[in-house]
């Protein structure tokens, strides 16, 4: 079975300030990883995904995310907090094996921005 | 434009009576699924469908039915709705079970009120 720990479920940092959102995960298999953001009122975009190529993954709106193996973890990162970047964050799994069809979502994490 | 397309996208219906919600990608992807979003629970998976006429059950399947007897179009059916199922619902596809370049595709999701 796979799993996503986000821990905690609100974050909050100036504006200007490094944004990091931590994103633990559990899979029996080589998983594939994605960062998603839900802004209100609408649905969740894509902001980055690893699957298997580079451990650094460049995102959009200057997000990036770092795969760590050894510590299962994928936490997601913006050296510089904008206002627009306050949003719900969700960090996915999804099995690469083909035993398990579906992408599972940590529980969400909601960024405040402060003036 | 490449999009997935929920209708509605609010509803409020009351206990008992028979409602469609209804999901169709225009990508020509085989894998469709949806999810029910809930305050501090994420987002788990109702059911999914690797192609056409093929449908599985994900987390939470009791209380739903799907079809999909299109490869576009992906509908959620909730035979007698009741208060416990007030939630956000999500689609999305994808053009496989584990993404493609740009992840899950997920619509704008339908805010579902059960009186």
């Known amino acids: 079975a796979q799993s996503v720990t986000q821990l905690g479920s609100h974050v909050s940092v100036s504006e200007g300030a490094l944004v990091l959102l931590r994103c633990n995960y559990s899979?029996?298999?080589?998983?594939?990883l994605f960062w998603y953001v839900q802004y209100p009122n609408q649905g969740l975009q894509l902001l980055l995904k690893y699957t298997s190529a580079a451990t650094l993954v460049k995102g959009i709106n200057g997000f990036e995310a770092e795969f760590k193996k050894s510590e299962t973890s994928f936490h997601l990162t913006k050296p510089s907090a904008h206002m627009s970047d306050a949003a719900e964050y969700f960090c996915?799994?999804?099995?690469?094996?083909?035993?398990?069809?579906?992408?599972?979502f940590g529980k969400g994490i909601t960024l405040s921005v402060r003036p | 434009e490449a999009q997935v397309t929920q209708n509605p996208r609010y509803l409020i219906t009351v206990t008992g009576k028979k409602l469609t919600v209804t999901c169709s990608q225009n990508?020509?992807?085989?894998?469709m699924s949806w999810y029910r979003q809930d305050p501090g629970l994420g987002l788990r998976q109702i059911y999914y469908?690797?192609?056409?006429?093929?449908?599985d059950k994900g987390d939470v399947p009791e209380g739903y039915k799907v079809s999909r007897k299109e490869k576009r179009n992906f509908p959620l059916i909730l035979e007698s709705p009741s208060p416990n199922q007030t939630s956000l619902y999500f689609c999305?596809?994808?053009?496989?079970?584990?993404?493609?370049?740009?992840?899950?595709?997920f619509g704008s999701g339908t805010r579902l009120t059960v009186v």
């Open positions: 999305a596809s994808s053009l496989s079970r584990t993404g493609d370049a740009k992840g899950y595709t």
């Open positions: 899979s029996s298999v080589p998983p594939y």
């Open positions: 996915a799994v999804s099995d690469q094996s083909g035993a398990n069809s579906k992408l599972t």
């Open positions: 990508m020509n992807h085989e894998y």
């Open positions: 469908s690797m192609n056409v006429e093929v449908t």
